[in-house]
């Protein structure tokens, strides 16, 4: 069981922790205004797996498959080698578990897959049965804040350059990008559009608070191919007399979509679009990480290749949950960039606060996600960012883009853009510049794209936890994937057999090596590409056994060399 579930115990009723939110508002004294948590009447029942033959499982897997578009399985072969490319995370929840749940007297209102996990409501009465439950393993209560505004900065244009760019940026179009000129020269951006690359067959997913207007003129060629309001449990992903405002999506869209010549131009106006509303913008209602989890799935089901997502939960956390596996949302996190999926996450607005609240909150905590702080215009650390690093010590955030005075569509007006501030604003950059990647190199992997990305940011040789790898360089990210060979990823070599299982696992791995390769070396890599110090004990019939005793929850990659073969494998360890 997680600290985080000890610590609340299975039914818990006051909290008085604290958070910061990307939404946080900096108040004109500079004085940041925080929000309490406040209960959601709402659990998580997280589950135990129920026991299938093998013959059941991969049925059961099968039938998972069904529910994927066959582009979520084309991106999914890249890193699960297992036909159709399903894990046991994928599987719907237990539905004899979920009647159970439900005949102890709880309500059960959503089924969370890669968690294994329900959604409930009920009394204590109903609670307490249902924890009695042989195949319940904990409850926790769903916690929430009241949202708040994001900060809004100097609308004065600004021209930036990136420190030390050089004469590699291109300088004559700022009349083309207008309000985005600045926040787009910092990264090079510019100089990627020009080769070509805008995010064209690329399929990114926007998580936010809805889409308030989506007839501002930078959305005219705007393509959307799905969208949900998982807040509202219908498709209009607008305001449209629903709860919540889409204000703050709006603006967080336009960064990555917006296309208005001369006026602004995003990170990647020509890919397409799924958007989901999983925000409640109103003031005194929650927001809750439910429906981020839920919005995951969506996502992942579609095929979305990057996910853009500006939220950051820590109310209801200690700064010792922000490890990257106790968070629901990190957990799940992780578990969905292990099926392929390149997530970008801004690190949140409570760099100003004191130790530890000053430091970063989930999901971009998660060791497989991109996580994103803020610079000024200046290309300096900006203050207000939440900072690195994790509490386990790792380097977060992973790289930061403008975060002070970002110009995006202003929602309500048709033609008009404003500057804002948060790491709300830094976030949708990068998945723009990731989606370049892609575009580049469709097969690589979060991975990939991950150690791509710190290479050739410009802290690659020094990175901190402040700015992390720091300010992306767009033109050379793109560069690095178009040279990037993936024979070793996919397809595989002919003969070559090598199984990893079970996939998620536990503390233990098995790795069954066929005939058809000779393995002179077994290595284990964790997200960022750092090589793990792990012992193997060799079992008969080919097969070893990995013990991950002390390592922590995550995506890892196992990589098997043979004399003139070797095969790439990534993992998923859940605890």
Same mark, same amino acid.
């Given at each position: ?42 659990y998580w029942v997280f589950l135990e797996r129920e026991r299938m033959s093998p013959v059941e499982l ?50 059960? @209102? /959503? ?20 924890? /009695? @439950? ?63 690359? /805008? ?60 296309? +208005? ?65 106790t968070a629901v949302t990190s957990r799940a996190a992780d578990i969905a960039v292990g099926a392929g ?52 010590? /790792? ?16 929602? @309500? ?34 991975? +990939? ?127």
């Open positions: 069981m997680p600290d985080y579930a000890r610590r609340l115990g299975m039914i818990a009723v006051v909290f008085n922790l604290s958070i910061t939110s990307c939404f946080a508002t900096v108040a004109a004294n500079g004085a940041e205004a925080l929000s309490s948590p406040v209960p959601t009447g709402r991969d049925r059961a897997l099968d039938e998972a498959a069904s529910g994927l578009t066959s582009r979520s399985l084309e991106r999914r072969r890249r890193v699960i080698d297992r036909e159709p490319p399903v894990r046991v995370c994928d599987l719907p929840v237990d539905r004899a578990q979920v009647e159970a749940i439900e005949a102890a007297g709880c309500r059960v @209102l /959503r089924r969370i897959r890669y968690l294994n996990a329900v959604t409930v409501d009920g009394s204590g009465a109903a609670l307490t049965a249902a924890g /009695r @439950l042989q195949f319940v393993k904990e409850i926790v209560p769903v916690m929430a804040y009241p949202s708040l505004s994001d900060i809004r900065g100097d609308d004065r244009p600004q021209r930036v350059a990136k420190p030390g760019s050089g004469d590699r940026f291109t300088v004559d179009q700022e009349e083309v990008y207008g309000r985005s000129w600045g926040q787009s020269v910092m990264v090079n951006l510019p100089a990627v559009h020009e080769r070509g690359y /805008r995010g064209r067959g690329v399929l990114i997913g926007v998580q936010d608070t809805g889409f308030d207007n989506l007839d501002h003129v930078c959305f005219d060629e705007l393509d959307v191919v799905a969208a949900y309001d998982f807040v509202n449990d219908d498709d209009d992903v607008s305001d449209h007399g629903d709860v919540g405002s889409g204000a703050h999506g709006t603006r967080t869209l336009s960064v990555i979509a917006g296309l +208005d010549s001369g006026q602004f131009i995003g990170a990647a106006p020509e890919a397409r679009f799924v958007l989901t509303k999983t925000e409640n913008s109103e003031s005194e209602t929650p927001v809750e990480e439910d429906w981020w989890v839920a919005g995951l799935w969506f996502h992942d089901s579609l095929g979305v290749d990057v996910l853009s997502s500006s939220v950051s939960y820590r109310l209801w956390y200690d700064w010792e949950d922000m490890d990257g596996r999926m390149v997530i970008v996450n801004s690190t949140g607005n409570s760099g100003r606060l004191h130790y530890p609240d000053s430091k970063i909150g989930a999901p971009a905590d998660a060791r497989g996600v991109v996580s994103v702080g803020g610079v000024d215009r200046n290309g300096d650390y900006w203050r207000v960012a939440s900072r690195g690093p994790t509490y386990d010590g /790792r380097i977060k955030p992973d790289v930061a883009a403008q975060a002070q005075a970002v110009y995006g569509a202003f929602n @309500l007006s048709d033609t008009d853009y404003l500057p804002y501030n948060g790491t709300s604003f830094s976030c949708p950059m990068v998945a723009g510049i990731a989606a370049l990647m892609l575009q580049a190199r469709a097969q690589l992997t979060p991975a +990939d794209v991950m150690e791509i990305l710190h290479e050739t940011s410009g802290r690659a040789d020094d990175p901190d936890t402040l700015t992390g790898w720091g300010i992306p360089d767009a033109l050379a990210a793109v560069e690095e994937a178009e040279a990037r060979g993936v024979a070793a990823e996919t397809p595989l070599p002919a003969g070559f057999t090598f199984n990893a299982y079970p996939n998620p696992f536990n503390s233990r791995l098995n790795l069954e090596i066929g005939s058809g390769l000779n393995p002179r070396s077994v290595q284990i890599f964790d997200i960022t590409g750092r090589r793990l110090d792990i012992h193997l004990v060799p079992l008969k019939s080919g097969v070893m056994t990995v013990d991950f005793s002390g390592y922590a929850a995550g995506v890892y990659v196992v990589k098997v060399k043979g004399d003139t073969k070797e095969g790439v494998r990534s993992v998923v360890l859940e605890r």
